[in-house]
């Protein structure tokens, strides 16, 4: 039997009309329009890519999008600077810091000075914290982007997860661990496995929900796979083809799991639409949380 195709896509676009209509709302009884602001450092090609389609979602989700294209050799004081103008001011309800930053500045430091009421990616150290004590529902804090549209992944091939065991391959603060904090508060056993994880395979068998996020092109096989596991691929990784063309892939060998998992996401297609979304849902979420607005 073929696993069932998890269309991030077609879940991605549901989302999004369901936080256009919230904003629409927003607008209508409290004259409220959510803004995020997304701070560019550099030229990277990638980082440009996915900055365009973050500001493009914005504009139609019927939110205010501002762009801060800052030189790659910005003094780190000065990009301080910026995110501190940012958190000051009013009309800003959420604040992106497009990651990877140049070498010579220190993330972690930049991250650490996101006001945690704007942080709609949900990575200062008050958003881990409150995700890490169970503190992260409608009222509280910010969840992490990819960690949040991957559980909404999962979930729509089964929305009762109490009991599963899940395992992650990988233990980054930007994915496994707030990743593992919601499988947790969704009351599975949960395995954060890693390069030094012994019998890795072994590990990967136990797993009812299977999450691969190391960043290594098709690593997972299928015998890894327990049968009828819900597979979540996270990697994106560019393999080289015949005639100098390239191709996109996950973590998982796609072709040959789909043929024993129960439900497995594509790549792409799968966990990157729903990233954005989850962006624009965690503007809105900022921009109420911030108001102590309901609707």
């Given at each position: 039997?073929?696993?069932?195709?998890?269309?991030?896509?077609?879940?991605?676009?549901?989302?999004?009309?369901?936080?256009?209509?919230?904003?629409?709302?927003?607008?209508?009884?409290?004259?409220?329009?959510?803004?995020?602001?997304?701070?560019?450092?550099?030229?990277?090609?990638?980082?440009?890519?996915?900055?365009r389609?973050?500001?493009?979602?914005?504009?139609?989700a019927?939110?205010?999008?501002?762009?801060?294209?800052?030189?790659?050799?910005?003094?780190?004081?000065?990009?301080?600077?910026?995110?501190?103008?940012?958190?000051?001011?009013?009309?800003?309800?959420?604040?992106?810091?497009?990651?990877?930053?140049?070498?010579?500045?220190?993330?972690?430091?930049?991250?650490?000075?996101?006001?945690?009421?704007?942080?709609?990616?949900?990575?200062?150290?008050l958003?881990?914290?409150?995700?890490?004590?169970?503190?992260?529902?409608?009222?509280?804090?910010?969840?992490?982007?990819?960690?949040?549209?991957?559980?909404?992944?999962?979930?729509?091939?089964?929305?009762?997860?109490?009991?599963?065991?899940a395992?992650?391959?990988?233990?980054?603060?930007?994915?496994?661990k707030?990743?593992?904090?919601?499988?947790?508060?969704?009351?599975?056993?949960?395995?954060?496995?890693?390069?030094?994880?012994?019998?890795?395979?072994?590990?990967?068998?136990?797993?009812?929900?299977?999450?691969?996020?190391?960043?290594?092109?098709?690593?997972?096989?299928?015998?890894?796979?327990k049968?009828?596991?819900?597979?979540?691929?996270?990697?994106?990784?560019?393999?080289?083809?015949?005639?100098?063309?390239?191709?996109?892939?996950?973590?998982?060998?796609?072709?040959?799991?789909?043929?024993?998992?129960?439900?497995?996401?594509?790549?792409?297609?799968?966990?990157?639409?729903?990233?954005?979304?989850?962006?624009?849902?965690?503007?809105?979420?900022?921009?109420?949380?911030?108001?102590?607005?309901?609707?």
């Open positions: 039997m073929t696993a069932t195709l998890i269309d991030g896509k077609q879940i991605a676009e549901a989302l999004r009309r369901e936080i256009a209509q919230s904003v629409a709302e927003l607008k209508d009884r409290h004259n409220v329009t959510p803004a995020l602001a997304v701070v560019l450092v550099g030229d990277d090609p990638a980082s440009q890519v996915y900055v389609s973050k500001l493009k979602q914005t504009v139609e019927g939110m205010r999008s501002i762009e801060y294209v800052l030189p790659g050799t910005i003094a780190q004081s000065d990009l301080v600077a910026c995110i501190r103008t940012l958190n000051a001011d009013h009309d800003v309800d959420g604040i992106l810091v497009q990651l990877p930053l140049p070498g010579h500045i220190d993330a972690d430091a930049v991250i650490a000075e996101l006001d945690p009421a704007k942080d709609v990616d949900g990575l200062s150290d958003n881990a914290g409150r995700l890490a004590s169970g503190k992260s529902g409608l009222l509280s804090g910010i969840v992490p982007c990819t960690p949040l549209g991957s559980l909404m992944l999962v979930k729509s091939v089964r929305q009762d997860l109490s009991g599963l065991e395992v992650i391959i990988g233990r980054s603060n930007l994915f496994g707030p990743m593992a904090q919601l499988l947790l508060q969704e009351s599975c056993t949960v395995t954060i496995a890693h390069s030094r994880t012994a019998d890795l395979p072994a590990v990967c068998r136990r797993a009812d929900i299977l999450i691969a996020a190391v960043g290594r092109a098709e690593m997972v096989k299928s015998d890894w796979l049968p009828q596991a819900i597979v979540i691929d996270v990697g994106i990784n560019r393999i080289s083809l015949p005639e100098g063309k390239t191709k996109l892939v996950g973590d998982v060998d796609f072709a040959a799991a789909r043929l024993h998992a129960q439900a497995i996401t594509p790549v792409p297609g799968g966990v990157g639409p729903m990233t954005l979304a989850c962006l624009l849902g965690n503007t809105l979420k900022a921009a109420r949380l911030r108001r102590r607005l309901d609707v």
